[in-house]
Nanobody
């Protein structure tokens, strides 16, 4: 059972930056992907970004493309989400997750494909 610990959320003003981190209890395999999702109050969880652990291939939701960057630190079993130019509509609880066994290049975007989830970290962006 992989355990994920999300961290780095906070309250910031519009235009500011935050970096989220997600530490896994064990190293993802070469066929795993890690992703970030978010859920705002009374809304469904939505995909934000994902990275294939082995290849580093990435994919972003249109709403964050050009502002957010997902990266990984292999030695630390950690994935990061650098969030720049934050907007009030980015306010949500952010969750990291691991999708097991999708291949070196695959970056799943739908939440049912993810097997393990972090506890979430709150990001609040004020206008």
């Amino acid at each position: 059972q992989v355990q994920l610990v999300d961290a780095g959320g906070g309250l910031v003003q519009a235009g500011a930056s935050l970096r989220l981190s997600c530490a896994a209890s064990e190293r993802p395999s070469t066929t795993d992907a890690m992703g970030w999702f978010r859920q705002a109050p009374e809304q469904e969880r939505e995909f934000v970004a994902a990275i294939a652990w082995s290849s580093g291939n990435t994919f972003y939701a249109d709403s964050v493309k050009g502002r957010f960057t997902i990266s990984r630190a292999n030695a630390r079993n950690t994935v990061y989400l650098q969030m720049n130019s934050l907007k009030p509509e980015d306010t949500a609880v952010y969750y990291c997750a691991v999708a097991v066994g999708y291949g070196r290049w695959s970056v799943p975007t739908d939440s049912p494909r993810y097997n393990y989830w972090g506890q979430g970290t709150q990001v609040t962006v004020s206008s």
